[in-house]
């Protein structure tokens, strides 16, 4: 099952504006983490954040979290034509290091426009 | 230095026959996961194996089955195959030592169509 869900689904910018793409989950987690899909490929790693932290930056990434809500954003600043792409969060459940997997969400489709 | 590594890419085969994918993992790693993405939707965990032994198991049936060698590497078997195992399968490599949240390097994937 998802834990995540993306918000919004699909999101159109053009070249230069800044993404924000929100993400909710239920369940009480170790970390979050965002990923990166072009094309239905391989997912690339961008950002962990670790519940006892509420923002992280990486490059033009920022990620907050909101453990209070179930919550967190992943805010894209100066977006480029090669940002196009599946964005995902991941979670893992805070189970007492028992747990290793990634749940995933549905994604948030990034297309921006040259 | 490769980073993770499936075979083959792509894959056709019809209802009932079975499947063997393959992936290495990514150099000094030794964990190996496997996750089914259907069309549309996120990457949905199947097991994980570490040692050679499954590790953890997400929600699949007994047809979705695993191996480790001694060199890391791992194979997903699926048997008895339906319509709705037509995915992208996707392995990812992590390193396990010392108890601490290690990020997944995935790999490109193979995309499986079930006839």
């Known amino acids: 099952s998802q834990q995540g869900e993306e918000d919004p689904q699909a999101l159109s910018i053009q070249e230069g504006e800044n993404a924000t793409m929100n993400c909710s989950y239920k369940?009480?987690?170790?970390?979050l983490q965002w990923y990166r899909q072009n094309s239905g490929r391989g997912l690339v790693h961008l950002i962990l954040i670790r519940s006892n932290e509420r923002e992280k930056h990486s490059g033009r990434l920022r990620v907050t979290l909101d453990t209070s809500k179930k919550s967190s954003s992943l805010l894209i600043t100066a977006s480029r034509a090669a940002d196009t792409a599946s964005y995902f969060c991941?979670?893992?459940?805070?189970?007492?290091?028992?747990?290793?997997?990634?749940?995933f969400g549905k994604g948030t489709l990034l297309t921006v426009n040259p | 230095d490769a980073g993770v590594t499936q075979s083959p890419t792509h894959l056709i085969k019809t209802r009932g026959q079975q499947v063997t994918l393959r992936c290495s993992p990514k150099?000094?790693?030794?964990?190996v996961s496997w996750y089914q993405q259907a069309l549309g939707q996120g990457p949905q965990f199947i097991f994980q194996y570490y040692e050679e032994e499954e590790r953890q198991r997400g929600n699949f049936p007994d047809r979705f089955s695993g191996h480790q060698f001694p060199n890391y590497s791992s194979e997903l078997n699926v048997n008895a195959l339906l319509l709705g195992d037509s995915a992208l399968y996707l392995c990812?490599?992590?390193?396990?030592?010392?108890?601490?949240?290690?990020?997944?390097?995935f790999g490109p994937g193979t995309r499986l169509t079930v006839l």
């Open positions: 991941a979670t893992v459940e805070d189970s007492g290091g028992s747990n290793y997997k990634l749940t």
């Open positions: 369940t009480s987690i170790n970390n």
């Open positions: 990812a490599s992590s390193f396990s030592h010392f108890y601490q949240w290690n990020e997944q390097f």
């Open positions: 150099s000094g790693h030794d964990t």
